[in-house]
């Protein structure tokens, strides 16, 4: 139980008990398997055979299968890789900045959130794998492990390397953080079940978890030191992304402005995959108690301000552009407006810039239909944000000689297409099998029941 | 002290009962299970000890064994008798000719792997041009005959031969008549062996003729001067050189000649600003064209006036007659105007030269070289280059072809490479003897009853006159790696020459005496056998040059001009030769396709080039495909190329294309219907075509599709008078503010110091004339694979050099106009230049792409190379990213061994021409010029060797050896004795993106061209 003042929107509506929070939450995996989720997990299952099938052109046959070349080496792989990253931000932001912040109305996102960023930081980490051209040696010639060649050791200037640390640390503490935080309600669903496999399955993921107080009390410490740990994590990672290009000489890329930008863009667009996933599933799920209104409204506010950031940087990109001076930096910035993919440039402006604003509108930001539609094109601007940075800058660099045109191939699209299908199998794994709610958190938010003889219970729209 | 307190199990150990006593007697209280253990029907165990050792032991063997099947069998088979000379490692060179260029062959465990040119040479000086690089790979193809061929049927020589003779006796008793048709023949001793052959057949006759005629030059000076031969055009002499269409530069004759001694009067120097003037009047952009100075489009139906007008403008200034001419004539703006004035300061000194196949065209030109007194100084009839041959015109051949006994065709295919193809075809089936001793089963030879087919040029003993006076020797270098025969021999054969025993022929001994004969006795040599050797070994030998005579002209101009066609109808349609393909001949061969075109950078098709008026005017445009008609002749499906400097109405597509016979695949398309005859001569311009657009689209395989330089400061240029003024005139220094006292540009990081050598590369792109040899001297050298038409569409080419080539276009009033959206406004794109620019890995200092490789694959040595580690390689690509000269390339797919690339790599025959010093790359990694690494490092080891430090000249990448034009020179920048280091301090010298502070290794020098600054907006570079 928890205080909260009159005047703000209460976090878990519907006037519900300890007792309703673990009903219904655990409903729907204690159910029978629904008929919709056997079809989103069958479409899901689709995509991940494409995806098996493509990466197995890509490694068998060549990167030749995919549409680069010689002046354009990355394109829709490497955007691939910054989208699914970026996604991943948001998850970890909810968890441990808004843990740090003490905004309780992270407890009922965080956990589908984290679930999110995990399972995105998996289909991430495909693209730096599979774009290599060595894909059998190369993961294991990436990793600092001491040899009998010298020691022969990896290039730590490399924005590479800082990559494969970046990731395979978020990676590892977000899935830790998830998995712990989890543990209580795995418990839960633990001395609930009815089935062998099941009572077998929680028992042995949920280790022994007895609810005692000493329990609790190292719980809350272990998930405030993860915090910590991840804290800079939502920053750092998004940074080292950004150094891929930051680094380099390419006009277009070579820009400080990245590492901010960036880690505003990746909250953005992770915010709005969370918005995107979650108004679906509190729908299904019938879970619009918990992530009420009010969440939604929240995490507008978010996309508000990263998405001005993001207008704020693009904005800043070009003046500087045009104030430098660099003839090489000025014609980059016309070619993204005016040049052959100019589309995809003003498809990333309308939907980054101006959608965002749309929320200052308190009406819209509290219409779940006008927001879940928002943030699909909040994620479809982010991703051409990073194809026009990636192949706009490349395309056309300094030698005019070198100047291509780059188009994916079947292989290619076959392979993003694939990593929806990848996620969203894990996605809908976890919604059946795993609390979506951190019911233990919520518990412990949900408002008092007025006392008779105490003030109003205050009412305010659903 | 003992402990006596004593604690017991249970009630039993304290009443001592029996049964517990009796346990406790035991070793184990509870018993073993041995009853369980020993029952076999309690076993539930899937194997004991004993079976586990079993299926170990059998599973291990059985590994063991199928491992060793899947080893593939090696065989290494070692010397029994070892070759005298031949160490494996170390490669050994010999002195060979290619077509009529000294080559000298690289061989490796004996087989010939590279060519060079002979830099004792004094007609090409040491220069190969692409053709001549890539012509090793053709000894390896496996689309060559291996044996000698009877009705399409594989048979045997003594079988042909017998017959062969057989036929011409009859043949010859019945008094039918005879042909041997060649190309030009410049070995004489195989002009020899021909006369043997009309000896013994007396109703023989030699045809001679070539697919690409030059008919034109040789009646012209047969009719002026009595001396049907084509001279030796000395462009070291001219200051002025004026062009009508001559490709003097890239297909014209003899290139390499012309190239290594024009290149002599392009670059000025500082303490000698001067350069030669050369003006260019042609249709279709040639690489000469793109070389010029001044470029005029004309139209070929033009030309006969532009040389009237020319005749009558150097007349009128050295107060002679004028021609009185049908029209008043004006083409090609003030062209005539300006070239008359130039060269009427250089009598003497200058050159007038025509592509014209036309015997009157050409026999104008004689008459003005005659007037600006350019015999005997810059035109040698007495040191010709080439003298005619034959005694039956082609022409006359193809009419009497169906009344014919026997042919020979020796080594040539007219099936394919004549207009008269067809006919001829149709003919030769009415003949009964048609022998031809084509290399590859080609159009001819698959209509020929029998094919002998000759060896290659690597496997075969020859004797060239490459210029009149001067030999080239041919040895081979390899045992004939089939059962081929040199048409030498087997002609000798077939005329039952005297020297043959068991019916083989040793032409060289033929060659040894014919030299004693003709070449020693005039050496002023004593001692034979030492002159032999020594011409042997440096593989060319120079007989005394004649005085150059003025001659005496037979032909007034006055009677040339009726003779001269001046109507100008529409649509002239250009037949020319790409510098790759030429006629056609070696159309199998995958480098001269994937050898961009200097001019469009198209690879593996001929195209139609349209100007831009023409283009919009007809609704096509670059992809778009057009048929060709005239008369007859008509190809469908030719795609379209917009080619800027292209003269409008004039329309221009490449011969040698389109081969149907010999080759893996079709490629391009075959205009060799179109060459018209006029007068008995070959014509390769042809008026009045129609081009129709059809419906479609074709993508030309381009590597470069961008031709501006956007205005950037990546090529930079100033005219001769501000050179002259200012030698760095084209470097105002940009950057001056951020340089330091000792002229480096300002920076953040540590220098390294470089103690020993430091290597770099010069270019001059005033020599560089765009020929494109390099690109396949670097890709033969490195193992570079060919990708295929795909590939290139895709823009994956593999080259480690390249050629940039950039057009400026220029508006009415001269104004350079240099952004995309601004020319291609433009209506007409007629007044264009271009520069070319040859771009491989600048070797940075600061390499921006050593820093960004996770795994170190790219380092920087000592001696100031930009490494690259293939075995390390993991293929992020992202070094690529980085570079700013996008020189890096990725190995997309396996090249080698793969039926999708089914080159010269994916067979063990062609393989042979891999070096064997250069690693061939996996899929996956990514590569680039390396510099020629292994040159470098066995340029060390030799000096090691031999005790001593390097000189300059010991070493020198693929690149800089084969050029022509001496564009490239390559060297060690911390020995300030080395030509490099003299280059470097050149003040044309600089970096190309200086303002990156990459600090590349390679540096370049601005190009002068020698124009007269005009009324010009500030000219962006």
């Known amino acids: 139980m928890s205080y909260e003042s009159p005047i703000r929107e209460p976090l878990v509506t519907g006037g519900k008990t300890a007792g309703d929070v673990t009903a219904d939450i655990c409903r729907p995996l204690e159910g029978k398997t629904t008929k919709l989720w056997w079809l989103g997990f069958g479409l899901a299952v689709i995509c991940l055979c494409i995806l098996v099938y493509t990466l197995a052109i890509s490694s068998f046959r060549g990167l030749g299968m995919w549409g680069i070349n010689k002046t354009v080496g990355w394109a829709w792989d490497i955007t691939n890789f910054v989208f699914w990253v970026g996604i991943g931000h948001a998850g970890t932001l909810i968890s441990a900045i808004l843990l740090l912040f003490r905004q309780k109305w992270r407890m009922s996102i965080n956990r589908s959130a984290e679930a999110m960023t995990i399972f995105a930081v998996m289909c991430a980490a495909i693209f730096p794998l599979f774009h290599m051209g060595r894909v059998w040696i190369g993961p294991i010639w990436a990793l600092p492990l001491p040899n009998a060649l010298g020691s022969l050791w990896v290039n730590f200037n490399s924005p590479l390397l800082w990559d494969v640390f970046a990731i395979s640390t978020y990676f590892s503490v977000s899935l830790l953080f998830w998995y712990l935080g989890m543990i209580p309600d795995l418990a839960t669903i633990r001395d609930r079940a009815t089935t062998p496999i099941r009572k077998f399955m929680y028992r042995f993921f949920s280790m022994g978890w007895n609810g005692s107080a000493r329990t609790w009390a190292r719980y809350e410490v272990v998930s405030l030191i993860l915090a910590g740990i991840s804290t800079p994590l939502v920053l750092s990672v998004h940074t080292i992304v950004s150094m891929d290009f930051a680094t380099s000489v390419i006009p277009g890329w070579h820009t400080t402005i990245f590492p901010p930008y960036f880690v505003a863009g990746a909250i953005f667009s992770g915010f709005g995959m969370v918005l995107t996933l979650l108004i679906i599933a509190r729908k299904v799920l019938k879970l619009e108690s918990y992530i009420t209104i009010g969440h939604l409204d929240a995490m507008c506010r978010v996309i508000l301000l990263t998405g001005s950031m993001v207008g704020l940087a693009y904005i800043t990109e070009f003046f500087i552009a045009w104030y430098s001076g660099v003839e090489y930096e000025r014609y980059a910035f016309l070619n993204r407006m005016a040049g052959p993919y100019w589309w995809a440039y003003w498809s990333m402006m309308t939907c980054n810039v101006i959608s965002p604003q749309l929320f200052w509108v308190k009406s819209w930001r509290r219409n779940p239909n006008f927001i879940f539609f928002m943030s699909i094109i909040v994620n479809i601007g982010m991703w051409f944000e990073r194809f026009v940075i990636i192949v706009t800058s490349l395309h056309r660099d300094y030698l005019p000689s070198s100047w291509v045109m780059y188009s994916p191939t079947p292989t290619e699209i076959g392979i993003f297409i694939g990593t929806f299908g990848l996620f969203f199998t894990f996605f809908f794994l976890f919604a059946r099998f795993l609390p979506v709610i951190n019911m233990a958190e919520v518990k412990s938010i949900l408002p008092h029941k007025p006392h008779a003889d105490s003030h109003e219970e205050v009412h305010t729209p659903q | ?1021």
């Open chain 2, 1 to 1021: 002290m003992e402990n006596k307190t004593q604690y017991w199990k249970g009630t039993e150990e304290l009443n001592r009962e029996p049964e517990f006593v009796q346990l406790s007697k035991n070793e184990f209280a509870e018993g073993l299970p041995l009853e369980e253990v020993l029952s076999e029907s309690d076993l539930n165990l899937s194997s004991n000890r004993r079976d586990f050792l079993k299926y170990f032991g059998f599973s291990v063997s059985a590994v063991a064994l199928a491992a060793c099947n899947k080893a593939p069998v090696k065989n290494v088979i070692p010397y029994v008798v070892q070759p005298e000379e031949i160490t494996p490692g170390i490669p050994n060179y010999y002195a060979s000719t290619y077509k009529n260029t000294p080559v000298v062959v690289k061989t490796r465990e004996g087989r010939p792997i590279k060519l060079e040119g002979n830099t004792k040479s004094t007609v090409t000086h040491g220069g190969l041009d692409a053709a001549g690089q890539a012509s090793v790979v053709t000894l390896y193809d496996s689309k060559r005959l291996p044996l000698p061929m009877k009705n399409g049927e594989r048979s045997k020589w003594a079988v042909i031969d017998k017959e062969i003779k057989a036929k011409l006796a009859e043949v010859n008793a019945k008094g039918a008549a005879i042909r041997v048709v060649s190309g030009p023949v410049s070995g004489p001793a195989t002009q020899s062996i021909i006369n043997d052959f009309k000896a013994a057949y007396p109703t023989t006759k030699h045809v001679v003729y070539e697919g690409i005629s030059y008919d034109g030059i040789y009646s012209a000076n047969e009719m002026c001067f009595g001396k049907a031969v084509i001279p030796t055009y000395r462009f070291g002499n001219a200051d002025v050189v004026v062009s009508f269409g001559a490709d003097f530069l890239g297909t014209w004759l003899n290139t390499l000649q012309y190239t290594r001694e024009y290149t002599t009067k392009r670059v000025p120097t500082k303490e000698n600003p001067v350069m030669s003037r050369h003006i260019q009047f042609e249709g279709n952009m040639s690489l000469t064209g793109t070389n010029a100075d001044y470029r005029f489009p004309l139209r070929p139906s033009q030309e006969g006036q532009a040389l009237m007008s020319l005749y009558n403008a150097l007349a009128k200034g050295l107060g002679l007659t004028q021609l009185a001419t049908p029209t008043k004539l004006e083409v090609a703006g003030n062209g005539v105007e300006e070239s008359a004035k130039v060269l009427l300061n250089a009598k003497g000194k200058s050159l007038v030269i025509s592509g014209s196949n036309d015997p009157y065209i050409q026999s104008l030109v004689n008459q003005i070289n005659l007037m600006l007194g350019n015999y005997g100084q810059t035109i040698d009839l007495d040191n010709y280059y080439l003298q005619r041959g034959g005694e039956v015109s082609f022409p006359e051949f193809v009419k009497e072809a169906g009344s014919l006994g026997a042919v020979v065709f020796l080594n040539t295919n007219p099936v394919f490479d004549t207009a008269a193809g067809e006919q001829l075809k149709t003919a030769l089936a009415k003949i009964s003897l048609t022998v031809s001793t084509a290399y590859y089963a080609d159009e001819t030879a698959s209509v020929c009853q029998y094919v002998a087919p000759n060896s290659h040029f690597l496997e075969s003993w020859n004797l060239t006159e490459v210029s009149r006076g001067k030999y080239s020797f041919t040895q081979p270098t390899i045992s004939p790696v089939f059962e081929t025969r040199q048409a030498e021999e087997s002609l000798a054969i077939w005329s039952n020459n005297a020297a043959i025993t068991n019916n083989t022929f040793n032409y060289y001994d033929y060659i040894r005496s014919y030299a004693k004969a003709n070449i020693f006795n005039q050496s002023g040599a004593t001692n034979f056998d030492a002159w032999w050797n020594e011409s042997l070994h440096n593989g060319v030998f120079d007989l005394p040059v004649l005085t150059a005579q003025v001659p005496s002209n037979n032909v007034l101009a006055s009677d040339l001009v009726s003779k001269i066609n001046t109507k100008v109808g529409t649509n002239d349609l250009i037949l020319y030769t790409k510098v790759g393909m030429g006629d056609g001949s070696d159309g199998n061969n995958p480098w001269l396709h994937e050898v961009p075109d200097p001019v469009s950078k198209v690879t593996w098709d001929n195209y139609l080039a349209v100007s831009k008026y023409d283009a919009d005017a007809m609704g096509i445009e670059q992809g778009s495909i057009v048929s060709i008609t005239k008369g007859s002749a008509t190809v469908e499906n030719v795609p379209v190329l917009v080619q800027p400097g292209q003269a409008r109405g004039s329309f221009a597509i490449a011969l040698g294309y389109g081969r149907t016979h010999g080759v893996k695949e079709t490629i391009g398309i075959n205009m060799y219907p179109f060459v018209g005859m006029e007068n008995g001569t070959a014509t390769y311009t042809i008026a009045d075509v129609t081009i129709t657009k059809m419906d479609g689209e074709y993508e030309l395989a381009q590597t470069q599709t961008h031709h501006s330089i956007e205005g950037r400061d990546i090529v930079r240029e100033a005219s001769l008078a501000e050179f002259t003024h200012d030698a760095g005139a084209a470097n105002d220094d940009k950057l001056h503010n951020q340089r330091e006292e000792d002229g480096k540009l300002f920076n953040l990081w540590k220098e390294f110091d470089y103690k020993g050598h430091k290597w770099g590369l010069a270019i001059d792109m005033n020599a560089c004339t765009g020929c494109s040899a390099c690109v396949v001297a670097c890709s033969l050298e490195n193992n570079v694979p060919v990708v295929g038409r795909d590939e290139v569409r895709r823009r994956r080419e593999m080259h480690w050099i390249r050629i940039d080539r950039y057009y400026a276009f220029r508006t009415e009033n001269n104004a350079y106009v240099t952004k995309e959206d601004d020319y291609d406004e433009m209506a007409d794109h007629q007044n264009v230049k271009a520069v070319h620019q040859p771009m491989m890995c600048q070797h940075c200092e600061s390499a921006p792409c050593e820093t960004v490789c996770p795994v170190l694959a790219t380092t920087h040595s000592s001696d100031g190379l930009n490494q690259m580690t293939y075995n390390r390689c993991i293929g992020t690509k992202y070094c690529a990213n980085n570079c700013p000269y996008k020189v890096r390339r990725f190995n997309w797919f396996r090249y080698n061994d793969n039926d999708k690339f089914n080159y010269y790599m994916n067979n063990d025959l062609g393989k042979m021409v891999i070096n064997p010093d250069v690693t061939v790359r996996t899929r996956g990694v990514m590569e680039k010029c390396s510099m020629c690494v292994q040159r470098i490092q066995a340029g060390k080891l030799n000096a090691k060797l031999e005790g001593r430090k390097i000189k300059d000249g010991d070493i020198t990448p693929a690149c800089a050896q084969t050029c022509p034009a001496g564009a490239i020179v390559f060297g060690d920048m911390n020995d300030e004795t080395s030509r490099i280091s003299k280059e470097f301090a050149n003040e044309r010298a600089y970096q190309v993106l200086e303002e990156l502070n990459v600090k590349p290794s390679v540096r370049y020098m601005t190009k002068i061209r020698n124009v007269e600054v005009t009324k010009e907006t500030t000219a962006q570079h």
